[in-house]
């Protein structure tokens, strides 16, 4: 009889900070730009220059800490971690090791197998390093300090997962918690979420952990769970067939779906760390530590509780639109504005999805205004529009952030209110289409549908369906 195989996994998840500067100088911490542009001496390690903390950068450590149930270490160092690799600019990166800034945390995920809770060993601050480019038409490497400095927490979990799924609703639930903090947009394709896996096998029923090996490289989910399925299976066969697995850190190639070793795993007196000696201690106050706490936003798990409390919208709804901060707050920007929260709902749900999918856009990305839309549904309601045109106002709408009542009235797009002008256009209708008049006194009801099309394609889209129905109604009896 096979064995049967347990996977424990932990994650160390680095995020990059919003901050609009470096941890430790005043360089930008803008994605993008030339190569080597956001930089000065202290974050390329210049001999003779000296670190200042950014405060924001405690703040929002502290703020994740709080809101995932973290104790916060009120007295905190920073520590040097020593390493030699070209895009470590000084031969150290600045990080925390013997007092972290929070410790022995959690949260709760929820999967198919029910609700669980992930432990967080804990979260330090650090500094990130810079890029290497690897050129292979010159067969060189090339090192872009930008990213060098910029600020990173890292989250460090306890080994309580046991499965791909459960690493992703974890990792979808920091992801949310920190996007609704403020604290970083976690976009996992520019690298301000990234996770390293560190993953072992044993047999069901042992209490003893098998030997892990870390991944690195993933930058997606599904490249996340792509990974953790590969990686047990490798590490599984390399022990149905007697041999042992190597502690190590090995490179996801998601391309070729198999991953490769980089270097042995080391350990962390490898690093020779030790106190920064250019940095002194960071002491936060009870004060500093309560007003932080008392900027704390509305999370995601209490936004639907209050969404079912207060606006009796659809579970499924609400799931949708608390799954992005960016949808929430539009949804109540636009409720604040005067509109129904089941039209918002509806909205939001059905247009905004469907042309995210078609732009293949993030919610994030989204770019119309709580205002645009109100006025949108607004011009719905009052009958200025129906919903056909409405549609097709809210695609210029969602891409290029119009006003509504401008665009209307500019395209001459609101509604024939004139019941004359209206009812000699299906008399004609009318008279041009017997054999549909005839089926429809012969009681094929459907037969008023092509009349009510043919009338609607006639006023260019611009009439009142329930009108047209009313007159067309009045007409055939």
């Given amino acids: 009889m096979s064995k049967q195989y347990e996977t424990v996994i932990g994650l160390e998840v680095h995020v990059e900070l919003a901050t609009k500067t470096k941890i430790f100088c005043s360089c930008s911490t803008q994605f993008g730009g030339e190569p080597n542009t956001h930089t000065c001496p202290v974050c390329t390690g210049m001999p003779g220059s000296l670190p200042v903390l950014n405060k924001q950068v405690v703040e929002y450590a502290a703020a994740v800490g709080l809101a995932t149930n973290c104790e916060i270490t009120q007295y905190c160092k920073f520590d040097r971690k020593n390493y030699f690799y070209p895009d470590n600019p000084q031969n150290y990166q600045i990080s925390q090791l013997y007092l972290p800034i929070c410790r022995n945390g959690s949260v709760e995920i929820e999967t198919e ?3 669980k809770k992930v432990g967080i060993h804990e979260i330090h601050m650090e500094e990130d390093a810079g890029k290497l480019i690897h050129d292979e038409w010159d067969d060189s490497s090339l090192v872009d300090f930008n990213r060098s400095g910029v600020p990173l927490i890292e989250i460090v979990s306890e ?3 046991r499965s791909a799924e459960e690493v992703i609703a974890y990792l979808d639930k920091l ?12 976009k996992l394709q520019e690298g301000s979420m990234r996770a390293d896996v560190n993953l072992s096998v044993r047999e069901v029923g042992s209490d003893t952990f098998g030997t892990r090996t870390e991944m690195k490289n993933l930058n997606s989910f599904k490249a996340i769970s792509r990974a953790i399925e590969g990686e047990r299976q490798r590490q599984i066969d390399i022990l149905e ?5 190597v ?3 090995r490179r996801w190639d998601d391309a070729r779906g198999c991953s490769y070793a980089m270097r042995s795993k080391e350990d962390a007196q490898d690093y020779r760390y030790f106190p920064e000696p250019d940095l002194v201690p960071v002491v936060i106050s009870d004060e500093w530590l309560e007003e932080i706490r008392s ?3 509305e999370l995601r798990d209490e936004k639907r509780v209050r969404y079912q409390a207060e606006y009796g919208i659809p579970e499924y709804d609400i799931d949708i639109i608390t799954s992005s901060k960016k949808m929430a707050d539009i949804f109540e920007e636009t409720i604040a504005l005067g509109c129904r929260p089941k039209e918002v709902s509806n909205w939001l749900m059905v247009e905004t999805m469907r042309l995210l999918k078609d732009e293949d856009m993030d919610a994030d990305d989204i770019r119309f205004s709580p205002a645009h839309l109100a006025a949108l549904i607004g011009l719905v309601e009052e009958g200025k529009i129906n919903r056909t045109v409405a549609k097709e106002v809210f695609e210029v709408l969602f891409r290029e952030d119009t006003d509504p009542v401008s665009y209307v009235e500019e395209k001459g797009l609101s509604m024939v209110q004139d ?3 209206l ?9 041009n289409n017997p054999q549909s008049v005839e089926d429809y006194k012969n009681g094929k009801k459907k037969a008023i549908g092509f009349l009510v099309g043919q009338t609607m394609k006639a006023m260019k889209g611009k009439a009142d369906p329930a009108m047209v129905n009313r007159i067309l109604m009045q007409i055939l009896s």
Avoid: F, H, W
């Fill in 113 to 115: 197998n029910g609700k």
């Fill in 159 to 161: 080994p309580d997962m």
């Fill in 175 to 186: 992801r949310l918690i920190i996007q609704y903090l403020g604290a970083s947009d976690c």
């Fill in 241 to 245: 067939d007697g041999g042992q697995v």
């Fill in 247 to 249: 502690q190590e850190t």
């Fill in 295 to 297: 900027r704390q936003p």
């Fill in 419 to 421: 019941e004359g002008a």
């Fill in 423 to 431: 009812r000699s256009t299906i008399e004609e209708i009318v008279k």
